[in-house]
């Protein structure tokens, strides 16, 4: 076997490979014996099929088969030994890749285009400045929580009247094109009505001033003019509601109003425990420890986005992008089309370089990420997942363990989970390395730096 290299410009290079009989024969023939060892063929004896016949029913697939797997393995081997840094994956030769004549050739030849991945030209310094924002807590910050508390404690009153944001809960009946009810129609009982969300204003005023009992007929197309809505209300599937016609009988059973929850005792008990929070001083000093937590959070995102701006802004060199384009195109033809692909290509370009800084800042710092490190990780993500979905907060080391082991048998979890892991340290290492400068912002101006990322 031959297999040559030949640079067409920085970023791109040509493979060629030759594979000669003597490099597959003694696998194929190994291959057809293994056939021969297993066929069962109507007139012979297991084991006792000629071997030509064998050769004829199988040579031409076992040979597509063993000829892949050379190739696969020579590849794999020169761009390891070679200390080759591709992007994606060799692709055949469009112009030189010759077609094969697997009844007849003996000897094959192979032509692939690789992309060369470019040195980024960053270095990490101490005299690089990175600003960390953190948001100055004011009464404009602390009333939006206050105010999010109370909603999420708040609950539903019954009142007599239907009123602007009133709910009502109402038996549906589907009517037919005379008034009566559908024979064989929708019917749902106590459907979920707010008046907030009905679109029509006519249809809106009419439900005004309802009480209890009252029956009218109103178009639920009109009211609900989004599908998706209309058919989580009917609980039949969105095709089927562009098929609706007509109105549809209502019967009010229920009238409630949402009332947010009140600022006092009852409600500091709620939020924090029995009386952890006594007064409304202790309430402000817990309510401003609650602020800095999540703005803390958002902070780090943002020192995140920093970091990797500043070094996406220092990588000069370009990337090889019609090979990328066209290995994009390759493994994603049923989803992208070249217009998707030229569409998006400056994002993935963006992320394919922060990768390529990534691995530069691993390789020259000797950063590794250890099996004990990766399980801690995947189990503190498994906590986060079990209070967040299942409001587990007590879920045990045990259960973490086995949950996060079976999350690390999938190799696609593994490896995303080793990319997150790796990233954080690479954070961690800039973030110690260069001068982080403290800047206090408003909550105004925070937002608006997010904004422009």
Sequence with gaps: MNITKENIDELNAVIRIKIEKEDYEERLNNMLSDFRRKARIDGFRPGKVPFGMISKMYRKPALMEEINKILSESITKYLVDEKLNILGDPLPNEQEQSQIDWDNQTEFNFVFDIGLAPEPDISISAKEKIPFYTVKIDDQIRSKYIENYQSRMGSFRDIGVTEEKAMIKADLLQLDSEGNIAEGGIKVDEASISLELVKDEKIKTSLLGRVVNDVLSIDLKKAYPNN??????????????????????????????????????????????????????????????????????????????????????????????????????????????????????????????????????????????????????????????????????????????????????????????????????????????????????????????????
Aim: no cysteine; aromatic share 12%; proline share 0%.
């Design 228 to 453: 998706v809505d209309l058919s989580a209300l009917l609980k039949i599937e969105k095709e089927k509601v562009a098929e609706l016609n007509g109105n549809f009988q209502l019967k009010i059973k229920s009238i409630s109003k949402f009332e947010k929850a009140e600022v006092n005792q009852e409600f500091y008990d709620k939020l924090y425990g029995k009386d952890a929070v006594k007064s409304e001083e202790e309430f402000k000093q817990r309510l401003d420890e609650d602020i800095k937590i999540n703005m803390n959070r958002d902070s780090e995102y943002k020192l995140r986005l920093d970091i990797r701006n500043t070094y996406l802004n220092k990588f000069r060199k370009n990337l090889p992008e019609e090979f990328l384009k066209r290995w994009l195109l390759a493994i994603n033809k049923d989803k992208y089309t070249e217009e998707q692909i030229d569409k998006d290509f400056e994002h993935f370009a963006e992320d394919l370089k922060w990768q390529l800084i990534k691995n530069k800042i691993i390789k020259e710092n000797d950063i590794k990420v250890t099996e004990e490190e990766i399980l801690q990780y995947v189990k503190d993500y498994a906590r986060m997942q079990f209070a967040q979905y299942y409001g587990l907060t007590n879920v045990s080391e045990d259960d973490l363990i086995k949950y996060a082991n079976e999350l690390l048998k999938k190799d696609k979890e593994k490896k995303q989970f080793y990319e997150r892991k790796y990233e954080d340290k690479v954070i961690e290492f800039v973030r110690n390395t260069v001068k982080i400068e403290n800047k206090a912002v408003s909550s105004e101006k925070f937002n608006k730096l997010l904004e422009k990322q």
